[in-house]
């Protein structure tokens, strides 16, 4: 859906609207359609440099989004306001309009947030940096300016053509990639969507063709093509402080248990101070208070929201509430940050508000932008979130929301669950690829590595298919890895058949359906969560779908994570018609 930018509003937030402790504060900001966050020290001194940290795009987004945070907050610690923001069509922000070059429009955002920061904190200077493609942003938006004091490139896309190549090889290798998308000359891989006219526009960038302005550069290099780069840079006489990039590897494994880049981060803080040194003898004085954040667009307002101590998410309020006050509570997919993939949970959260039906989406403790629980510990599965989906609810409540549904994907299916047989009150729940129903110490969280992501069945029925004998012969199928996983389910499913913990965990379902609970479990007839489901529930869930209130929907177009548009559709529908049950 597309919303007019014109149409910003900044409705109050409910409780604190900034997160503070050691030495700066983090504050909800939404400008020109944009959602995004401002991380500020306790002082500021006069005539500050501030930092606009622009994010990249699809999963590089969902793995860096509290990387990303961790950086901003020593920025600011540091004496550096930073500004970080979801892009238009990405994240928490509206919609682009249309279906055009999305990419002038990214490029214009760099330049509206560096604005923005200069207007609400003062700071005379400003850097513009990211990592990946959202490096590459910062210096397509930095090119032809005069007002750019510094670059921070973290890893950036120096090819646009060499990006689309990667992006359709992962979307092939996750079966994420759209055929609608295709075959209208867009793309769609692991979540993100672009159009065929931003495809054609990345085709032809080449960042080695730009002349940014001069100014110094931190330059963090993962490659040949990046190193080139940074040595064309130089040619034009910048100043360039390159470094390789420790640690890249680990950023960019599953947002659940990737590691921010330490030593690339302390370096850019270091860099920073020493190009751009703050004035020993400026007056320092308080930093202003950022005004308050909102978007709104045709149907609803949406506010960011702090509660229970640390938890932060985005409240849609229809402008038309149905009758019944319905509404739902979106859970993290694994360590994702609240929007989800593909940001199914804010697409769907505006197509419910058109229904009147409102809607918090919100991060777990220890993930995205909410804080760190006090232990630290920040395990999807092995760290309960009932407390936290409690506040949640409470929230709602609060909102006058009495009738709440709890919606998750992979972990947040089977918090969502969890939460339903704690008996905390909620009453309706969606699992979407519950891929663990029951965690066991020592299971694997790892999900579609090497085909090892596909339901059994996939396989099984592969056999008959002369296309799978040919990727046999052609090494194309790892074998053993295969045979390897498909031998630990069946010996799993064997050992949890005979298991306590299976008796009591069908007990407390069943215990559930004699509360009224409606537990609706969507999965994908080629997804490893089907070998779940029908550990515990027995073929295509037989087992639960003869309990009241209970039901498993096996779908042939559904994808593990909601990466692809059809499967988010389909997750969609099946909300609604849970939402509708009585």
Partial sequence: MSAPLSRIVAPLITGDDTAKGGGMTMAPVSFAGRFGWLHQPETLVEGATGVVLVSPLGRDARCAHRPLRLLADRLARAGYPTLRFDHLGHGDSLDLAGDGDALPEWIAGVRTAAEFLKDVTGVRGIVLGGVRFGASLALLAAAGQDDVNGLMLLAPVVSGKGWLRELRLAGAMSGTTSEVAVKAGGLEADGLSLSPATVGALASLDLKTLSPPACPVVLFAKNEGVAALGAGLKAQGLIVSEHDFAGYDPLF????????????????????????????????????RPPAAGLAFDDATETPVAFADGLWGVITRPNQPSAARSGVVFLNTGGDPRAGIGRFAVDTARALAAKGVGS??????????????????RHIYEVSRTADIQAAMALMTGEGFADITLAGICAGGHHAIRAAIADIGARKVLAVSPVKLIWRPGDSLAVGKRDQGRATAFYVGGLSNPATW????????????????????VIGRLAARRDDGTKLFRDQIAGASARGARIKVLVG??????????TYFGPKGVWINKLPGMSVA???????????????ALALAELVDLIGQP
């Fill in 253 to 288: 494994e599953d947002a659940h248990s990737n590691l921010a880049p330490e030593e690339v981060f302390a370096k850019t803080v270091q860099w920073i101070r020493t190009a751009l040194p703050s004035d020993p003898e400026a007056v320092a004085g308080a930093c202003p």
């Fill in 360 to 377: 918090l989406r919100f991060d777990f403790r220890g993930v995205g932008d909410s804080a760190d629980p006090a232990d630290g510990r």
């Fill in 470 to 489: 040919k990727r046999l012969v052609t090494g194309d199928i790892h074998v053993l890895s295969v045979l390897k996983t498909l031998s630990g389910r």
């Fill in 525 to 534: 007839i080629d997804d490893a969560s089907l070998d779940e489901v029908e």
């Fill in 554 to 568: 096996v779908a042939p177009g559904v994808d593990h994570g909601l990466a692809r548009t059809e499967s988010r």
